[in-house]
């Protein structure tokens, strides 16, 4: 599925909801955004804790 987001003047993006809900993410969670070509892959961060 494809979806379109758009990046603020301070540089930031925002998640579809359908989206962000629907991979079970949460507020405040940390992703690590990877550079694939010129692509970016984006996964949740997993905390060493």
Known sequence: ?????TITSKR?????SSLFSGLGLKKGQKM???K???ELVMT??????
């Open 12 to 16: 930031q993006i925002t998640l579809p």
């Open 36 to 38: 694939r070509g010129d």
């Open 44 to 49: 949740p961060a997993i905390s060493a804790v």
């Open 1 to 5: 599925m494809t979806y379109t987001a």
């Open 32 to 34: 690590t955004i990877t």
